[in-house]
Nanobody, 122 residues
Framework: QVQLVESGGGLVQPGGSLRLSCEAS??????????MGWYRQAPGKQRELVAA???????VSPDSVKGRFTLSRDDAKNTVYLQMNNLKPEDTAVYYC??????????????WGQGTQVTVSA
């Protein structure tokens, strides 16, 4: 069973930065062929994709975070990261890590972490 554990959330002022981490276990030696993504869910809103990368390196992200958020993966450490810069109050949400075999990012499938809270406020 794949397990994902996120960390790195917290309270940050507008314009600040945070780096989220997601460590996977239970993937055996197959982590590198999982497609990995970060989603977020704000109160009263649907869960939305923030950034994703396929096992082949193809990346997707919405315009709302382009130029500010960067996803990276370290397959040797079974870990993906989300570097978030120039954070805005509207980025406040619970951020979830996702691992899957497909790249149909609009579908909420695959394995999920428990989430980490990010709050952007002065």
């Amino acid at each position: 069973q794949v397990q994902l554990v996120e960390s790195g959330g917290g309270l940050v002022q507008p314009g600040g930065s945070l780096r989220l981490s997601c460590e996977a276990s239970g993937t055996g030696n197959l982590f590198s062929i999982y497609n990995m993504g970060w989603y977020r869910q704000a109160p009263g809103k649907q869960r939305e994709l923030v950034a994703a990368v396929s096992s082949g390196g193809s990346r997707v992200s919405p315009d709302s975070v382009k130029g500010r958020f960067t996803l990276s993966r370290d397959d040797a450490k079974n870990t993906v990261y989300l570097q978030m810069n120039n954070l805005k109050p509207e980025d406040t949400a619970v951020y979830y890590c996702n691992a899957r075999w497909d790249v149909e990012w609009r579908k909420k499938t695959g394995y999920w972490g428990q989430g980490t809270q990010v709050t952007v406020s002065a």
